[in-house]
T-cell receptor
Framework: AQSVTQLDSQVPVFEEAPVELRCNYS??????LFWYVQYPNQGLQLLLK??????LVKGINGFEAEFNKSQTSFHLRKPSVHISDTAEYFC???????????FGQGTRLTINP | GAGVSQSPSNKVTEKGKDVELRCDPI?????LYWYRQSLGQGLEFLIY????????KSGLPSDRFSAERTGGSVSTLTIQRTQQEDSAVYLC?????????????FGPGTRLTVT
């Protein structure tokens, strides 16, 4: 079975500072990887996804993530955060050939002015 | 275009009552998913429908939970004899295509509170 671990439940950062949200996964087969964002009182929105090819993927709102197969990681980064990035971020994995997403526990990103 | 819609947005029910939650997927999307988001368990997969194929029910937590999808479009998640541990936000998502992993578009969710 697959599992996803988000190593930080909460990450506070100052505005315009860089941020990294960590995600590790466990799977015995090839996977697809995703990051979703959930703004307060809203549904989930896809930030970016890794399917194959280049291990560095760029998403919306200036976010990017790097797939590291040897480390089984898919960390999310942004070089300079904005107040509007305050949200909960979920890393998710799906097994190739399957459809359901397995989510991590989420990381709450708080941006301080 | 219209996104995934869910109704009601909030539902408060008494323990032991049955509830029905509705999901309208994006038009033309053949795949539909239900997830549950709760404080203790995070985001959990419940059930997946793809076209006319038999649904993947592997995530349903008990036989009190069931779901159907009529006409390949609207879906209803039914919880019978609700328990307090059923309190959660129930999220529906839809996606296009027969082969994954197409992007799943999520609705705003239904917040269920069992008193």
């Amino acid at each position: 079975a697959q599992s996803v671990t988000q190593l930080d439940s909460q990450v506070p950062v100052f505005e315009e500072a860089p941020v990294e949200l960590r995600c590790n996964y466990s799977s015995s087969v090839s996977v697809y990887l995703f990051w979703y964002v959930q703004y307060p009182n809203q549904g989930l929105q896809l930030l970016l996804k890794y399917l194959s090819g280049s291990t560095l993927v760029k998403g919306i709102n200036g976010f990017e993530a790097e797939f590291n197969k040897s480390q089984t990681s898919f960390h999310l980064r942004k070089p300079s955060v904005h107040i509007s990035d305050t949200a909960e971020y979920f890393c998710a994995v799906s097994v190739q050939g399957a459809q359901k997403l397995v989510f991590g526990q989420g990381t709450r990103l708080t941006i301080n002015p | 275009g219209a996104g995934v819609s869910q109704s009601p947005s909030n539902k408060v029910t008494e323990k032991g009552k049955d509830v029905e939650l509705r999901c309208d997927p994006i038009s033309g999307h053949t795949a539909l998913y239900w997830y549950r988001q709760s404080l203790g368990q995070g985001l959990e997969f419940l059930i997946y429908f793809q076209g006319n194929s038999a649904p993947d029910k592997s995530g349903l937590p008990s036989d009190r939970f069931s779901a159907e999808r009529t006409g390949g479009s609207v879906s209803t998640l039914t919880i019978q004899r609700t328990q307090q541990e059923d309190s959660a936000v129930y999220l529906c998502a839809s996606s296009s295509g027969l082969a994954g992993p197409y992007e799943q578009y999520f609705g705003p969710g239904t917040r269920l509170t069992v008193t």
